[in-house]
Structure formats: structure tokens, C-alpha cells
């Protein structure tokens, strides 16, 4: 399982605040500015006399001139601007509405069978880099390899900008995170560490990596899981999600773990993708020692719609596809089956049989940085 090779994934405490609220509603008081009144100014009168004077003896005398008319008075000064009406109080904020349900068939991306794909891990995906593009690569035969359109990378570590860049190219993007388990890797990973911490879902340390199994049978760890799938795969756009250490059910964990738990576990956070508009891989699932269980495991899983394609390692290696994955194929779902080049990978052998049974092999080296990519078509 090379996703215990690239990044862990961890949560932070609290997730159920992570929930989105409706935008609050804001109520503004009227603004009032008081009437002005301006007084009409007086105008001064005239100085002529208001009558003539009189003719000596009978006669009258002549009428006094009409006095000039005054000068019209000045305009008063304009009233100050009144005061501003003062802001009224915010509303409350309205209630969080509910999930989405799970879409029907067709409302998220499931990658086509025949995808051309890279799966690159060890770090930030790189644009400008051909090999971790895979845009360098060579098909079994030593022709040119199809550009990839499909990009598996760790949604952990991988920013929206990144995910954005490659839609703006025509791909599609699948987000890696860990579901089984849980690893104290710094920055963002440590946080969803502590809170898994803090729920006390922390079980045995798995063999050869500074991980721990999680108690998948935990409300907890459903919560914080959850979250990561929202705020690292959602939130920035990815398409789908590869989610690893999801058949932990024949570990040593620590846990009493079932395939009956694993399934319905798995379920839950498939149609919580669903709901985000998601499709829901299925990372592995099968031990060459445990073939008759993990078949009937991978078959309820794919009987129920709980999983949109698989992703698996080393199959043909150890010989377990024949057992385990026409059955995808035969349901039209895609395979993506990585080989190993430093742990005896020989394309010449497998490709003749992966390509028979439609399964979409590429040999990767085990760090999954971009340094090797050979595909079968």
C-alpha cells in the first residue's frame, strides 16, 4: 500500500464547527436628517414722501413723488448637514442548512476505464516539471506515452492553485488522502494527528511507518475524516478521492475490526463524497493470503455503489488480479494498477495480461515521485 508511503492524513479538533452557516442577515436603521428653515430676511423701505404737499389757496397741490423701491435683502447662510442616523444591529445568524443527499449516478466525475493516469506522491505535484507531469514517459513497447489525464496526488499537500492549473488544462484531479490510519508529518498533517489524538482513536503503530491505525468503529474518527475529505478535497476542487489504508480490517490494529465495520464504515464516507460532489475510490482491498474474503469484500463494494473505481498495487506481482478485479472491469469501473520498477516490475510480463482484462497498469518506482512511468497503453 504505497499511500502508507506518501502523506497521512490528520484532522483538526473540533470539525463539527467546520460545518458552513448560512450568510448573516444585516437589518440597517433609516437615516433621518432634520428639516431646515431658513427665516425670510426683511427689506428696508423707501425713503421718498408718501404724499405731495399743499397748493396754496384751493387748489390742490401736486402729488409727492413715489419713493424708490429698497434693495432686496441678502439670502440667509444655508443650516448645517445634520448628524448621520447610527448603523442598526446585525442579525442573528441564520441556521446551517443540511447536507446535500448523495446524487444519483452521473452527478460527480468517474474517471472512463481507459484513462491515461500518473500518480505522483513524494511531493507537491510540480507544473513545469516533465516527470512529475509524466509527459516523458514511454509505453511498454518504448513509444511515446499518452499525456495524462488523470492526476493522482496527495490532497494534503497539493493547493487549490494546483488543482485549478490542471482543469485549466482538460484533467481531472483525484485526491489522496489516508483513511485507516494516521501519521504525525507536520504542518496540516499534524493538526488532523492531534485531533485524532485528542479523540483517543490513535491504535497500534503500523509496521515500518511512523503511523498509527485509527479506530475506524469511532464517531470520531468518521468526524475528522470527514472534514479532511471537505477542507482538502472539496474545498479545493479535486474530483475524486483515492482513499488508502481502507482495508485495515486483517491488520493488527489494536481494534476489533470486521469487513462487516470496514464496509459500513466506508459507506459513510463514500456517500459523504458523494454528497460533495465526489467519486469514491477503493485503494487495494486485497491480500494475496486472504483471497476468497477480500473477492467477496471488493464484491459487496461494488454491488452496493460504494465505490467508482480502484486503485491497487502490485496485483499482478502477486497475483491476485485474476481473483479480484475483472469484477471491476465486468461493472465498466476503472482500474489503475501500479507495478513497481525497484521491486521487480517487468512491464513485458504484465502488460499483455492488463490489457486483456482492461486494467489501466503503469510501472511507477516505489517513492512514487515522477522518476519512472512506463504504461501498458
Known amino acids: ?84 442616523g447610527s448603523t442598526g444591529p446585525t442579525g ?19 474517471p472512463p476505464a481507459d484513462s491515461s493516469w500518473q500518480w505522483e506522491l513524494d511531493h507537491p505535484l510540480s507544473l513545469t516539471s516533465a516527470s512529475d507531469m509524466g509527459t516523458n514517459s514511454r509505453t511498454s513497447t518504448g513509444a511515446p506515452a499518452p499525456a495524462p489525464t488523470v492526476y493522482d496526488i496527495d490532497g494534503i499537500e497539493n493547493p487549490a492553485s494546483t488543482v485549478a492549473a490542471l482543469h485549466a488544462r482538460g484533467d481531472h484531479v483525484i485526491c489522496y488522502i489516508e483513511v485507516g490510519a494516521a501519521g504525525n508529518y507536520g504542518d496540516a498533517y499534524t493538526t488532523y494527528y492531534n ?60 481494534f476489533s475490526i470486521t469487513a462487516a465495520n470496514e464496509e459500513a464504515y466506508l459507506g459513510t464516507l463514500s456517500a459523504y463524497a458523494h454528497s460533495l460532489g465526489l467519486s469514491w475510490g477503493l485503494k487495494d482491498g486485497d491480500q494475496a493470503n486472504n483471497l476468497s474474503d477480500s473477492a467477496a469484500f471488493l464484491s459487496s463494494l461494488v454491488a452496493s455503489h460504494t465505490v467508482d473505481f480502484a486503485l491497487t498495487e502490485q496485483s499482478f506481482q502477486y497475483d491476485t ?30 502488460c499483455p495480461m492488463a490489457n486483456a482484462d482492461n486494467i489501466n497498469a503503469v510501472e511507477f518506482d516505489s517513492n512514487l515521485d515522477g522518476a519512472v512511468r512506463v504504461t501498458c497503453r
Open 92 to 110: 442573528a445568524t441564520g441556521a446551517t442548512g443540511p447536507i446535500g443527499a448523495t446524487g444519483p449516478a452521473g452527478a460527480y466525475w468517474v
Open 195 to 254: 485531533a485524532y489524538k485528542a479523540a483517543g482513536v490513535l491504535g497500534a503503530k503500523m509496521p515500518g511507518y511512523p503511523e498509527n491505525y485509527l479506530n475506524i468503529n469511532a464517531p470520531a474518527t468518521v468526524s475528522i475524516v470527514e472534514s479532511i475529505i471537505s477542507q482538502q478535497c472539496a474545498a479545493k476542487g479535486f474530483d475524486a478521492v483515492e482513499p488508502d489504508i481502507d482495508d485495515s480490517w486483517y491488520d493488527t490494529t489494536g
Open 1 to 84: 500500500m504505497s499511500g502508507l508511503i506518501a502523506a497521512a492524513v490528520i484532522a483538526s479538533v473540533g470539525v463539527a464547527a467546520l460545518a458552513a452557516s448560512s450568510p448573516d442577515a444585516h437589518a440597517a436603521a433609516a437615516t433621518t436628517r432634520p428639516t431646515l428653515t431658513f427665516a425670510t430676511p426683511n427689506k428696508p423701505k423707501g425713503t421718498g414722501p408718501t404724499s405731495g404737499s399743499k397748493g396754496t389757496g384751493r387748489k390742490t397741490g401736486s402729488g409727492g413723488a413715489t419713493g424708490s423701491t429698497g434693495a432686496t435683502g441678502s439670502t440667509g447662510a444655508t443650516g448645517s448637514t445634520g448628524p448621520t
Open 321 to 350: 488480479v485474476p481473483a479480484l478485479y475483472p469484477l471491476f472491469a465486468n461493472a465498466g469501473l476503472a482500474v489503475f494498477e501500479a507495478e513497481y520498477s525497484d521491486q521487480g516490475g517487468n512491464p513485458a510480463s504484465y
